[in-house]
């Protein structure tokens, strides 16, 4: 077998190859792209089904269904001033263990947090959606370069 076949054959095969991982991070990608939107839609209609509004005196969305970090993230700023309003100013740790007003601020505490969760969702989701795109670009990227 002379040089140049030989040179020819594992030329080809590395082609074959790049294409085979081009077409597996295509796939990848496109698994990513489905896992951020799918939850995305989860985190969305989780949220929607609560039924949960946007307080009349937040200073953004206010009167709009929560079912969007946006939406989430007024909500749970709402909720801090109105704990935060009800306590004096003081948070859950601060206030003493008979103040009246401690259970307010720790369910305002949770439900924040709660809103908070959320939005992180979303964020992961948006995050995973966002890769997914960048994957299925590279592995066309690939198959492309193992055809030219």
């Known amino acids: 077998m002379s040089t140049v076949s030989t040179s020819t ?3 080809t095969d590395r082609l074959r190859s790049v294409s085979v991982i081009g077409t597996i991070v295509v796939i990848f990608g496109i698994i990513m792209i489905l896992a951020g939107g799918f ?3 989860q985190v969305q209609s989780q949220l929607a089904s609560e039924k949960i ?4 005196d937040a200073s953004m969305f206010a009167g709009q269904p929560v079912n969007s970090p946006w939406t989430a993230y007024s909500e749970a700023q709402t909720i801090e001033k109105h704990a935060l309003a009800a306590s004096g100013g003081k948070t859950y740790a601060e206030l003493p263990k008979d103040d009246p007003n401690r259970q307010v601020v720790m369910t305002g505490s949770f439900l924040r947090a709660s809103l908070f969760t959320s939005v992180v969702a979303f964020g992961v989701a948006f995050m995973a959606f966002g890769i997914g795109i960048v ?12 055809r030219a």
């Open 53 to 56: 509004t946007v307080s009349e």
């Open 135 to 146: 994957l299925v670009l590279v592995g066309i990227a690939f198959r492309r370069v193992a």
């Open 9 to 11: 054959t594992a030329t």
């Open 39 to 41: 939850t995305w839609y």
